[in-house]
């Protein structure tokens, strides 16, 4: 594994590089059937025992927010449990359990019910527990165990063309949970114009910005990846400051 020594040209090599995911008949799907909430004060999503808070980083949390997070909440939104299915299917997740989906927010949070396969990232970021995590691209000839550790987060990358649809998959763990952060990148198609989720502006640019030609707006996605790892580190810290109470500057 190298340093990431610059993020720009690091993102748009991995772009380049993304794998085209297929799908097969996916499993069905099981929720956490947690209630969840927005903070006016932490501007973070947390759930109704406070066992879990995230951040969507800093950026405008819509009111009310579409929570995806039990039978009810999916059924309101034709196909959106087909959707949901075919993207943790992708991530090679069909059995982890939903803590919820907000599409407005591109994000997914889910807990795997089983350890982490060794399956070679795209990238590991290390040293979570540090004010300023660092990230090592994989490359082909690296040969590891690929055995995650607590303090470190692989991510993984799902591209597919004819979807119109980026998958971004970062494992780490929030205190002593493993979790499975998933950025869901969807230019509008049939299916998601089936749901019936309400048009935001964020997704008046994803209209403009196609993933269908992503390489003529690398910049644009590459923007929307590195801010997505910055969210996950964020939030690992979260989890660590839920643990032990330690206090972190993170919103």
Not at 115 to 141: I, Q
Request: proline share 6%; charged share 25%.
């Amino acid at each position: 594994m190298k340093p990431l020594l610059s993020i720009q040209p690091g993102i748009a090599i991995t772009l380049l590089i993304l794998l085209i995911a297929g799908c097969s008949s996916p499993e069905g799907i099981v929720f956490a059937n947690r209630e969840w909430h927005i903070s006016d004060y932490h501007g973070q999503i947390i759930d109704k025992d406070t066992t879990y808070r995230m951040t969507f980083g800093n950026v405008l949390i819509y009111d009310p927010l579409v929570i995806v997070s039990c039978s009810d909440s999916v059924a309101r939104y034709p196909g959106m449990d087909r959707f949901i299915a075919d993207v943790l299917h992708t991530c090679h997740l069909d059995s982890a359990e939903i803590l919820f989906y907000a599409p407005e927010m591109e994000t997914m949070f889910v807990r795997p019910k089983r350890p982490l396969p060794p399956m070679k990232p795209s990238s590991v970021s290390c040293d979570l527990s540090e004010e300023r995590p660092y990230t090592l691209w994989v490359h082909g000839d690296d040969i590891e165990d690929w055995i995650r550790k607590p303090t470190e987060m692989y991510t993984y990358s799902y591209f597919n063309k004819r979807k119109k649809q980026l998958l971004i998959v970062d494992h780490y763990d929030y205190g002593d949970i493993p979790i499975a952060q998933i950025t869901v990148f969807q230019t509008k198609n049939r299916m998601t114009a089936r749901m019936n989720v309400k048009e935001t502006w964020r997704h008046g640019y994803f209209e403009v910005h196609s993933l269908k030609k992503y390489m003529r707006d690398v910049e644009y996605w590459s923007n929307n990846v590195e801010f997505r790892r910055a969210n996950a580190f964020a939030n690992y810290k979260i989890g660590q400051e839920q643990k032990f109470g330690k206090k972190w500057n993170v919103h």
